[in-house]
């Protein structure tokens, strides 16, 4: 039987072939999916990553609605400030400036403060009191100044400076409204507070209670001392400094009607002898903003009156004005403290 022979594909046949096997609208479709396809993906992605998170905003406020904006109802501010200032007294006989500062303002610690052993001590004695206290004579008239004064007070609170560094909070995937966005002020806060309609202090607290810009604060702080070279802790007030940027450290607080148990007793501040004196002189206006709102037991004094006054220490650190305290009004005419009749 003879044999059958098949010829040889040649180049063009190899060519002809392959090309029928390529699936022709294939190599049509990647181009156009190429083009079209990966644009849209990707505008897409855009698309629903500020879309997830705008719906879900949307269902947490439906199901969250905003808090009813809160209506503040201020006191009044006093029509004056608290004033530090000093009292006239008259040397007697047998009278020299320890016994003069131990009875007759109550400082217990005046011969350790002022001692001849630090010159310079008894010479910021000698220029405040405006004599000489080595050549004191009866019939000498002195100015007799509060030590580590205290002031009571209230206002608007318009600034919160925590004094923490703040920490790094990772960026949620979908954000969520912050219902309280109040800072840590327990390891300490600088706040600004209007005390009248064009002055501010400055007050550092420690507190956890949470404060937000304009609630109403009241507060008990100790007042800015004069600074005297070499005379770290000189226990009086500048009379000439003005309030209006004053920096004081608080040591009883209260944010709008809720006080903070566990704000600092004033017996805490430094420098102070109120534990040793058993008391502290404290300096406030009449007036529902201001001194009335303590309830110290100071009664029947005329709104809008300076005072400076002795409050005396409870066993639980309180201080409140007794029936017998020393107290006396600011008399503008004079510039001193006179006994409030």
Not at 290 to 318: E, I
Request: hydrophobic share 40%.
């Amino acid at each position: 039987m003879a044999r059958r022979f098949r010829p040889q594909n040649t180049p063009k046949d190899n060519l002809q072939l392959a090309a029928h096997a390529i699936p022709w609208k294939l190599l049509i479709l990647v181009p156009v999916l190429v083009v079209f396809a990966i644009p849209t993906f990707y505008y897409g992605a855009r698309v629903g990553d500020a879309v997830l998170p705008a719906v879900s905003n949307v269902m947490y406020s439906i199901s969250n609605p905003p808090a009813t904006p809160v209506v503040h109802h201020y006191p009044a501010f006093p029509t004056v400030l608290p004033q530090s200032g000093a009292i006239n007294y008259t040397v007697g006989e047998g009278d020299n400036c320890d016994s003069i500062l131990t009875y007759q303002m109550r400082m217990s610690d005046a011969s350790t403060i002022f001692s001849d052993a630090n010159p310079n001590t008894v010479q910021a004695l000698d220029q405040s009191i405006g004599q000489d206290c080595h050549k004191l004579q009866p019939g000498m008239l002195l100015h007799l100044s509060p030590q580590y004064p205290l002031v009571a007070m209230g206002g608007i609170l318009e600034k919160i400076e925590s004094m923490t560094p703040a920490q790094a909070v990772p960026k949620p995937l979908i954000p969520v409204q912050n219902t309280d966005n109040a800072p840590d002020c327990t390891n300490g806060c600088a706040l600004l507070v209007k005390v009248a309609p064009t002055t501010q202090v400055r007050l550092i607290v420690y507190t956890s209670l949470a404060l937000h810009p304009a609630s109403w604060v009241w507060f008990q702080a100790s007042m800015a001392l004069k600074p005297v070279a070499k005379f770290a802790n000189y226990p009086y007030a500048d009379p000439a400094v003005s309030f209006n940027g004053m920096t004081m450290h608080v040591c009883s607080f209260q944010v709008d009607t809720t006080y903070d148990s566990n704000s600092l007793d004033c017996d805490q501040l430094s420098p102070t002898t109120i534990d040793d004196d058993n008391g502290s002189w404290m300096l406030g206006v009449t007036g529902s903003g201001g001194l009335d709102h303590w309830k110290l037991g100071l009664k029947n004094v005329p709104a809008n009156t300076r005072l400076l006054f002795w409050t005396t220490q409870d066993s639980n650190g309180n201080l409140a004005y007794h029936a017998g305290n020393p107290i006396y009004r600011y008399d503008p005419a004079s510039h001193l403290y006179v006994k409030l009749s």
